[in-house]
């Protein structure tokens, strides 16, 4: 694993799994006929299906998907010729029963998260299949430090996952099929064809992104700058009317490799504002308001040639809640799980109810590591919102 900007503590697990995390803090261990069920499956295609926990039937035959939900799924594999027991290898997030067939607790998934990642680990699947909630929660949950919402929001896409390298597809539960709702069973059957088409897919060769990312002190860059372009204010709070506000620092991707940033000073405002305003060159911004009303109040710019907001249109290629943030986009497209861990609580409001509050920004910058990190983070968003509205304007797309 790569070192610098994305260390192995952005993109492991982050909670807090620590050694109370056993089988004896869990306990579920205890009474069930089968307890710490072992994967199971000929895993010729290098699947493997995590699900929610061992049923009554699973826990009688000490194997996973045994009784009408497991018949479901194997029906469901079956329509697209893959067998669930010889093509895909199979675990639970919880590996024991729970009582009366009840969902498994978080402090239970996180208990046994540690068992399903070494069954990741040891036989480095090509796509992993989440089934449910509680499958989410397992292996994406460790790492999502944002909210992580339920599964209506994750089912769907398939994912680049760096850290597993590996897809993951998600949908909803066989169970939930069961219930007998026709959209439902339409639905997860989609969802599977879809990941099951990215099987055969090499997967993604990823560059640390941070290399593209160039910090500069002047702006003699302008001279060679393409269009369109991604551009990104970090500034010190959410609305710029207060006369304290101020535009921090602003970064510009060109290219799918190229990116610079740099640190807002007054003797820059006239080109930057000459930039904005220029004809010749398309905009793209996350949030375009966001930096729109920025150039306005804080540079006198009125910014000319918007070309694309990706979080518009997110929100027209899905509009299901809690999936326009570019964390998310950059997540499910990019496979890079929350690159803003380290400053995202600077960037927050002090007062939340307050739109015109302060962050804690200038806090971060006070010291030269917290300014490095601040303006590699700034570059990545430019480079990823100029990332994401490609796979958007071109339709290329890893994941999605
Ligand atoms: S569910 Fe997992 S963590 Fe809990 S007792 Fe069983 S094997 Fe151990």
Redesign the pocket.
Known sequence: MRQGFFNRQLIEDTKPFEAR???AS?????GVLS???EPYGGFKLGILNIGE?PGETEDSRNKQWQGRVGSQLKSMYGRNRIDLFEDCLNINS???RPPENRK?EDH?IS??HS?VKKVIEENRPKLIMLFGDAAVRSIIGNRWKKQLKTISRWRGYVIPDRYYNCWIGITFHPSFVLRGEEEVATIVNEDMKRALSYLNKPFPKFEDETKFVRIVDNLDFLKNLRSPFAFDFETTGLKPHHPDHEIICMSICDGPDRVFVFRMRSEFVREIRELLESERYHKIAQNMKFEDTWSMVKLGAKVRNWLWDPMLASHVLDNREDTTGLKFQVYVNFGLNDYDSEIEHYLESIDPKNGNSFNRIRELISTKSGLHKLLIYCGLDSFFEFRLSEVQRIGFSFGR
């Open positions: 995390l056993s089988c869990c306990g579920l261990y205890r307890p710490r069920m926990g919880v590996n024991c498994p239970e208990c046994c068992r």
